[in-house]
């Protein structure tokens, strides 16, 4: 069964920058397409960013151009750099394979403020 563990939330001022990662167990990691998800309350999960097995990359158009997905297949470990941050991105991240099922993690929040 795959295991997620997210990292790297916290608080951070509008236009500041958080990096978060996503350790990954359970299946084979290299071949699975990963994605970046957020949830604020009362909404409903989105998908924020997509990376395939191949390395390509689909960004949700709120976030395109400041957010970029990577991910490093010796680490088993999928990242998200966010960069010129907004209160809109205040939220809880997840990681789960793309499709995701229905295994998620406990996410971790982030909170950009004005």
């Known amino acids: 069964q795959v295991q997620l563990v997210e990292s790297g939330g916290g608080l951070v001022q509008a236009g500041g920058s958080l990096r978060l990662s996503c350790a990954v167990s359970?299946?084979?990691?290299?071949?699975?397409?990963m994605g970046w998800y957020r949830q604020d309350p009362g909404k409903e999960r989105e998908l924020v960013a997509f990376?395939?097995?191949?390395?390509?990359?689909y960004y949700a158009d709120s976030v395109k151009g400041r957010f970029t997905i990577s991910r490093d297949n010796a680490k088993n470990t999928v990242y998200l750099q966010m960069n010129s941050l907004k209160p809109d991105d205040t939220a809880v991240y997840f990681c789960?394979?793309?499709?995701?099922?229905?295994?998620w993690g406990k996410g971790t929040l982030v909170t950009v403020s004005s």
């Open positions: 990376i395939g097995s191949g390395s390509n990359t």
């Open positions: 789960n394979i793309y499709p995701a099922n229905s295994n």
């Open positions: 359970g299946i084979i990691f290299s071949i699975n397409g």
